[in-house]
């Protein structure tokens, strides 16, 4: 018996789509693409601007590194709040013609904990509490574990050892040859080296033939102080309340309407001109790192990370394995919604909008629609690196519509997708687009 053949296609479903987002509204469409074409690496590029993301993958000391590039597309009358678990982003505005005056942006994050020594995430990256106290935060991320009889040099900054008397030592720090701080440490003692971005922490000492070996972690450090600016900025002020960190932007009404807080980037993207509502889309980064415990842990979306610990009989390290879809794979990375079809008859029957990429040769679901279409898209027609965006009703369910994005070559596909990337398409029926460069699309009509 002889298997139909059916072309593999790569369908994700845009979970929360704002009418302006895109410059054209669809009613929770999927974007459809073979997936073993070049067109799947421009479905990615509005991927990257519309859907959320998550990468995993293993670090060499056997811990999950993650990063996530989170979409939101919100509606607010005049204030809006984001919440995730222990943190939350607030800003409040008010409209004034086609554009917006941010009255308050604040963030607050609350730790996980706040004892010294401890792995903790604040604003999506992780750290490790090195100062706790009622006005006084400070997190700090590994960058150097040393040791030395005299001095060690980490960058610019040079630690010279002066005394060492009953368990206590004394040290100075210098950049390019100038002091910059002098203080005494005892073991397990961290110190943040004033002007500084670094903090040490003096972790052990080996003793041996009447020589002293000293043991040091090196740190990144990030301090966060009641009252006073965050460091590195001058219009962010910090309060603390118990785990809770608080930081407040003190000249939110100079914001421009697009702008960038911590690991935030905030667009303001329509003010609706015939409701109260306005549109933004928020973008937020995460990079972060999970200590597993043994066993599988999902991702959601039908990823998972199984972790199998070392037995100390055993010659082999921890060991993590990462599936998608029931593959192993090195690294996944993972668009939120998207799965893999092959039935494209089913597809089209489905009462959601779709946005097809790419022409009938590249994509199966094109082609059974070609017959449908306006205007019917060549090597020839439209040309050398030029596409067309055509918007038609599904011939297999009249209540859902179709945009179809196909050139007459690649870089004319990619027109495509970049027009709509950029927000220049606006519902016509057809509009016609050449490849400039990467940047740069021009319309045609």
């Given at each position: 018996m002889n298997l139909p053949k059916y072309m593999a296609v790569l369908v994700l479903a845009i979970m929360v789509m704002a009418p302006i987002s895109m410059g054209y509204s669809l009613n929770s469409p999927l974007i459809v693409v073979n997936k073993d074409k070049v067109d799947a690496d421009y479905a990615n590029m509005l991927l990257d601007s519309y859907y959320s993301k998550r990468?995993?993958?293993?670090?060499?000391?056997?811990?999950?590194?993650?990063?996530?590039?989170l979409i939101y597309f919100v509606p607010a009358i005049d204030e809006f709040e984001l919440t995730d678990n222990t943190e939350r982003l607030e800003v409040s505005f008010k409209r004034e013609g086609s554009n917006v005056i941010y009255k308050d942006v604040e963030y607050k994050e609350t730790l996980e904990s706040d004892d010294i020594g401890d792995e903790v995430?604040?604003?999506?990256?992780?750290?490790?509490?090195?100062?706790?106290?009622?006005?006084?935060?400070?997190?700090?991320?590994?960058?150097?574990?040393?040791?030395?009889?005299?001095?060690?040099t980490v960058d610019d900054i040079t630690v010279k050892l002066l005394a060492f008397s009953k368990g206590e030592l004394?040290?100075?720090?210098?950049?390019?040859?100038?002091?910059?701080?002098?203080?005494?440490?005892?073991?397990?003692?961290?110190?943040?080296?004033?002007?500084?971005?670094?903090?040490?922490?003096?972790?052990?000492l080996l003793e041996a033939d009447d020589k002293k070996v000293f043991f040091f972690n090196v740190y990144r450090s990030y301090e966060f102080v009641k009252g006073d600016d965050l460091e590195g900025y001058d219009d962010v002020r910090v309060d603390i309340d118990g785990k809770t960190i608080e930081l407040e932007h003190r000249n939110a009404d100079e914001l421009p309407k697009n702008f960038n807080f911590l690991n935030y980037n905030i667009e303001l993207a329509d003010v609706g001109s015939n409701t109260s509502e306005t549109f933004f889309k928020i973008v937020k980064n995460a990079d972060y790192t999970i200590d597993l415990e043994e066993g599988s842990r999902s991702f959601g979306n039908n990823v998972f990370a199984v972790k199998i610990e070392n037995d100390k009989e055993?010659?082999?390290?921890?060991?993590?394995?990462?599936?998608k879809n029931n593959k192993l794979q090195e690294k996944v990375v993972d668009f939120?919604?998207?799965?893999?079809?092959?039935?494209?008859?089913?597809?089209?029957?489905?009462?959601?909008?779709?946005?097809?990429?790419?022409?009938p040769v590249a994509n199966q679901a094109t082609a059974k629609i070609q017959n449908g279409l306006i205007f019917k898209v060549s090597n020839e027609n439209p040309g050398e690196n030029k596409g067309i965006i055509q918007k038609v009703t599904n011939p297999f369910n009249k209540?859902?519509?179709?945009?179809v994005l196909a050139g007459s070559d690649k870089l004319g596909t990619k027109a495509c997708v970049l027009a709509m990337k950029k927000g220049l398409y606006n519902g016509e029926s057809t509009m016609t687009v050449e490849y400039v460069n990467d940047n740069t699309v021009k319309v045609l009509n």
């Open positions: 990468e995993l993958s293993v670090t060499d000391d056997k811990k999950l590194k993650v990063l996530e590039t995430s604040f604003m999506g990256s992780s750290y490790t509490v090195l100062e706790s106290d009622r006005d006084k935060i400070v997190l700090g991320n590994l960058i150097e574990d040393t040791s030395c009889s005299d001095s060690f004394m040290v100075d720090v210098l950049r390019n040859g100038k002091r910059v701080d002098n203080f005494k440490l005892f073991q397990d003692d961290v110190r943040k080296v004033k002007g500084e971005e670094i903090a040490l922490k003096y972790d052990d055993d010659d082999w390290d921890d060991q993590i394995f990462l599936y939120q919604g998207s799965v893999n079809i092959i039935d494209q008859d089913e597809l089209l029957m489905s009462s959601a909008d779709l946005i097809l990429v790419g022409g209540n859902s519509e179709i945009l």
